[in-house]
């Protein structure tokens, strides 16, 4: 019903930027939460940065000041700009999204809740 595809990723150099993009197709709402997530080995999944269909955007503190999450509502995109990468960045990053009528308070960072997923996309970061 609903696709998403990640694009963007690759390599940098520490000190440097990447952008993320997350295109949503499918049956896709115009109110909802989304978000991007990230994984390495031997670690949880962390939640990085979300924003719901209000404009509202919560961050991990670990990217607070570096990350910028947007949307593009007419393109049903997700982006994620990354800035002054560090190695630690380095992950498997992942788009998620929920579409619903009735928003949370704050859009969340928790993984439960987020129905739609993308297939990952990998950053690596090197000194």
């Known amino acids: 019903q609903v696709k998403l595809v990640e694009s963007g990723g690759g390599s940098a150099q520490a000190g440097g930027s990447l952008t993320l993009s997350c295109a949503a197709s499918?049956?896709?709402?115009?109110?909802?939460?989304m978000a991007w997530f990230r994984q390495v080995p031997g670690k949880e999944r962390e939640g990085v940065a979300a924003?719901?269909?209000?404009?509202?955007?919560v961050y991990a503190d670990s990217v607070k000041g570096r990350f910028t999450i947007s949307q593009d509502p007419a393109k049903n995109t997700l982006d994620l700009e990354m800035t002054n990468l560090q190695p630690d960045d380095s992950a498997m990053y992942y788009c998620?999204?929920?579409?619903?009528?009735?928003?949370?308070?704050?859009?969340?960072?928790?993984?439960?809740?987020?129905?739609?997923w993308g297939q990952g996309i990998q950053v690596t970061v090197s000194t």
């Open positions: 998620a999204a929920k579409w619903a009528l009735l928003l949370p308070l704050t859009p969340p960072l928790a993984e439960d809740e987020y129905r739609y």
């Open positions: 924003l719901d269909s209000d404009g509202l955007t």
């Open positions: 499918g049956n896709t709402g115009s109110s909802g939460i």
